[in-house]
Structure formats: C-alpha cells, structure tokens
C-alpha cells in the first residue's frame, strides 16, 4: 500500500510538471496516450543538461571512451541474432471479467509482496490460481492464463503490401553499438579495453501501472558498451564501472539513503548476462531500478559475427592475437533520471521564505536542481515594467543570453515572479532596480542561500562565469 502523502508528493510533482513547462501527458487535446509524456521548453532544457552532463563525464572525459549515434531501424536480423525476437517478452494476463491487462509478474508481487523474478507464464498462471489474486481494477478473480508478449514494436518497411517487410523500433541502444563494434575499432584505431557511448531512444511495448515517466512506451538510453579481453579480469572492471555509476549519482547530488544496488539472481538474469546489478532509486512508488550494470559476456557479438557471417574478432597488436571481446554495460535511463532528480530537489517550505520585497506566508516549493541541470540558470526580472528600468533589464538578459539560459519575466509581483523561479529551480535571480539606473549594478539573489549580492551590471557575466564553472 502507498501511503496517502507519498501519493500526494507524486501527484504534487506531476502537477507543477505540467504547469511549469517541464511535462505534458502526450497528444493531451486527444485524451492523451497510455504511458506516453512529451517534455516541454523546461523539460526538454533539463533533458539536455543531463545528456550533455553524462558525455562530458563518460566520452569527452575519458580516454577510453568514444561517441556514437546509431538509426533507430536497423536490420531485423540484428533482433534475431541478439535474442530479442525469442526471448524479450512479458508474461501478460487479462482479467476476463473487466478487460483490464496486467503484467503477470507485477499483479502477483503487488498482491502477495514476494518477489517472483524468474518465473515463468505458467509458474505465474499457478502461483494466481493458488494465491487467488483479485483484479486490482474489478476485484474479481477471472483471469486468462498468463502468456508472454513481446515487447518491441513492429511496424514494416515498403508502400505496397507485397513489398513489405517487418522491422522493428531499437528495444535498446546497445545492438548499434555491437553491429558497429567494427567500424569503430578500426576507424578510431582504438585498442582494447575501450568503449563506446550512445544516447539515444529506445521502444517497448510495455504495460504499466502508470507512474508518470518511470515506464513508458518510448523512452531514452544513455549507455556505454565496454569492450574488454577474455583475459582481464571482468569482475574488476565491472566493479569499477558500479563505483563510476556511484560516483556520477552522487555527483548529482543524490541523498545515498534513496540509492541501493541489488544484484540479480541466477534465474532473473537477462538471456545475455553472466551478472548483472540494478541501482534501485527509493521512488514515492517504492524501490524501483534507475539503472543497469551488465556483464554480457561475448555474447552479442559472437551471434552478430555467426548470423552476419563477418568476423567480428579483434587482433592483438602485440600478439598478433585473435578473440572477440568480452562486454560490461553501464546503462543509465535518461527519463528516470530526470524523474528522480525532480523528486529530490522538490521542497516545500512551509510558511514560505522572505524575499527582499515582501513576506510570503503561504507555503512555498523550491526546486533544488543542481545548478548544471537546471533549466533556466538566471532570471533577469526588472522591479518595474516601466521604461527605463525594463529597457535596461531586457539588454542584460540578451547580453547573458549569448552564453546561458536566461529567463526574462516582467509580470506580476517581484515576489510571485521570485516564487515561480524557486519552482523551477532557476538557481540565480538578478533584479534591476531604480538605483540600478544610477549605479549600473544588480542585486543576485541566490536560490538556496537567499543571500544577495549586488554586482556591477558589467562584471556580471564572469560572476556567472565563475558561478557555473562553465556556460551552458
Ligand atoms: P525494468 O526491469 O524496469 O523493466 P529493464 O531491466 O528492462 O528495466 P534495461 O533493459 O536494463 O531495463 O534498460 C536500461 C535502463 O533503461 C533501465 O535501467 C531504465 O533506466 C531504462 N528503462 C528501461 N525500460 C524503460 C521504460 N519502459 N521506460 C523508461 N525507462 C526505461
């Protein structure tokens, strides 16, 4: 059961997503999509942030590392060779009586709290019988018998149907990367270990309990493939890649107390892994898993190299030696990241803060992003709209505009206008005043400190400069 004031936070945050510009329920004018969201100006804004966060650290910040961008489509031999045709489903049940449709495995852990990884369609189809689990929706006990979906998508290729053929929407980055094993290796000249980083979006056709962005049909990856010999010691690469993933949550900012990292047992491990851990995010909805660390071994690119028929192994350059790499994957989902770093910068503060113009008695939220992510990093807001304050105000935002995210605001009170930057977590709020006509200064008022500090209007630029470690 979740409690009443979890519920509520969540539905509090999905509230001020939508009204603050961060997300919106996709085709909402139609009555939505099932598990489908589409992110707004500030949503697409802290998106990007994130991506650009991660290629910083993980490409751009290693020598070992490189970049790639493969198609969404690619050769539906690719699904077949890794696996994905046979092997990646779902077991499914529908209630007979209400039509409703249920993952098998989650109807049976909501209802009985014991975890059933592993299990197969008819172990599930028995433990429902056994256990008589009610339709969470209806209340009945009338369901079909559990029977495994796939989850990639399908759609064709071709404009008459006798041309057609079946392709499918990437069920995960990582095939481009292995396909491309290749082409990389030797266009880069890069000796083992390195690895290759991909961002991009990856589709299945999952059915979901519906908790915001956490599961959706559609949604993006940010993974690393990281090629090793069969001699190294995969078990201490991998270690070091779980330390590199601690390190980049808690570079974020993460409270420790929200993160755990749980390993996979025997029969829950995926058809392609020897060992794989999850890092589990303490959601309002209960601990659920934010990211992967996979040992795939040689798997993918032994069934690339025996399907394709193209000898995928690697040389040696000192030994002249040919084998094909070994695989550990550190695989980060974009859209549970931003989902939890909303929930951890989002703060109530009852009674409210007092700003420099007036005291807010009702209760306030702020948005404690990391200054790297947040969407709109200063809020150029003028005490007046009245010329020539606003004139003055306007070329300082377009000035700061040349090298971050500025947000110019005219409307309403100071106070209400401050009130709506702390809800999306705008980090710094310049104020030009009267006397900032006669001194060419600003007051900056800092997000979490409160503290202001006035600054010459021409030294603001490397006040920010400084501020930021870097202009986004
Ligand atoms: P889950 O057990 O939650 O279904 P998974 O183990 O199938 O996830 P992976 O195949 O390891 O997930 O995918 C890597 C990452 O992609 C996950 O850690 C998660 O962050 C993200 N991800 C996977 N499926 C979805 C989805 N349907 N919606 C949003 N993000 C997803």
Redesign the pocket.
Known sequence: MQMPHVQDRMQKLVSLAKRRGFIFPSSEIYGGIANTWDYGPLGVALKNNVKQLWWNRFVHGRNDMVGMDAAIFMNPRVWEASGHVANFADARVDCKKCKSRFRADHLVEEATGKSVEGKTAEDLTQIIGVERIVCPSCGAHEFTEARNFNLLFETSIGKVEKDKSIVYLRG?TAQGMFVNFKNVQQAMRLRLPFGMGQIGK?F?N?ITPGNF?????E?E?MEIEYFISPRDDWGKIFALWEKEMAAWLADLGISKKNIRVREHAQEELSHYSKKTI?FEYAFPFGW?????LAYRTDFDLQNHMRESGEDLRYTDPDTQEKYVPHVVEP???V??TILMLLLEAYVEIEGGRTTTTESVKEEEVVLRLDKRVAPVKVAVLPLSKKEPLAQKARELAQMLRGYLAVQYDETGSIGKRYRRQDEIGTPYCVTVDFDSLEDDKVTVRDRDTMAQERVAIEDTKNYFKENFGMFH
């Open positions: 995960e990856a299945r999952e962005t956490f599961r959706t049909l949604f990856q999850d659920k898993e934010l990211y992967g695989t980060f989902g859209d549970r």
